[in-house]
């Protein structure tokens, strides 16, 4: 069982930066593949980024690519989104989600960015 928690959402103005933190508990975190997704009001719920178990492999949304950077922290049971040069159209809830290989998958309940212009 996981149970992921977020963090480090806020209201930023057009340019700023944040970094998100997602703190999962209950199993060994370095066996997810871990990924970031957001929805912003009104919209479906889209894919971010991508940080894939074991191999340091990570993946980015074209929309984000350049300025968001996604990490891991095993030791600490915890992935980190940076998130650079932001823009309004980045306003979202931001959600992890850890999935193993077997199928099974956690989401987080999301932290709430919004970026002023």
């Known amino acids: 069982q996981v149970q992921l928690v977020e963090s480090g959402g806020g209201l930023v103005q057009a340019g700023g930066s944040l970094r998100l933190s997602c703190a999962a508990s209950?199993?060994?975190?370095?066996?997810?593949?871990v990924s970031w997704y957001r929805q912003a009001s009104g919209k479906e719920r889209e894919f971010v980024a991508l940080?894939?178990?074991?191999?340091?492999?990570?993946t980015y949304a074209d929309s984000v690519k350049g300025r968001f950077t996604g990490s891991r922290d095993n030791a600490k049971n915890t992935v980190y989104l940076q998130m650079n040069s932001l823009k309004p159209e980045d306003t979202a809830i931001y959600y992890c989600?850890?999935?193993?290989?077997?199928?099974?998958?956690?989401w987080g309940q999301g932290t709430q960015v919004t970026v002023s212009s």
């Open positions: 940080l894939r178990r074991g191999i340091g492999m990570t």
């Open positions: 989600r850890a999935a193993s290989n077997g199928g099974v998958a956690y």
């Open positions: 209950g199993r060994t975190f370095s066996t997810y593949d």
